[in-house]
Nanobody, 124 residues
Framework: QVQLVESGGGSVQVGGSLNLSCAIS????????MGWFRQTPGKEREGVAG???????SYADSAKGRFTISQDKATNTLYLQMNSLNTEDTAMYYC??????????????????WGQGTQVTVSS
């Protein structure tokens, strides 16, 4: 059984930083990909950043240069370091994962299993 549990969300001011964490259990193997997605009310969930088992990464244009996705395989933890936050980054952030896919399938794949989400609020 795959479980994903996010943490690290909160409220920050414009220009601030947050580091989201996602503890993952049950997702392993030689091929998998994981990612961070976000959603605001009335909008579709969108991919923010993805990473696969080989450490290859991909970012949405809105995240490039500001966000960094990483994974710690020793602790099975996925991270999203977010810097230079602005009000448009306000959203519920979810981590997700899927086996048997690489980063080249993100964001349409890498989203079979989901966490419960963590809220990020950026205020001016």
């Amino acid at each position: 059984q795959v479980q994903l549990v996010e943490s690290g969300g909160g409220s920050v001011q414009v220009g601030g930083s947050l580091n989201l964490s996602c503890a993952i259990s049950g997702l392993s193997g030689r091929r998998y990909c994981m990612g961070w997605f976000r959603q605001t009310p009335g909008k579709e969930r969108e991919g923010v950043a993805g990473i696969d088992a080989d450490g290859r990464t991909s970012y949405a244009d809105s995240a490039k240069g500001r966000f960094t996705i990483s994974q710690d395989k020793a602790t099975n933890t996925l991270y999203l370091q977010m810097n230079s936050l602005n009000t448009e980054d306000t959203a519920m952030y979810y981590c997700a994962g899927e086996s048997e896919w690489t980063i080249y399938a993100w964001p349409s794949r890498c989203r079979y299993y989901w966490g419960q989400g963590t809220q990020v609020t950026v205020s001016s």
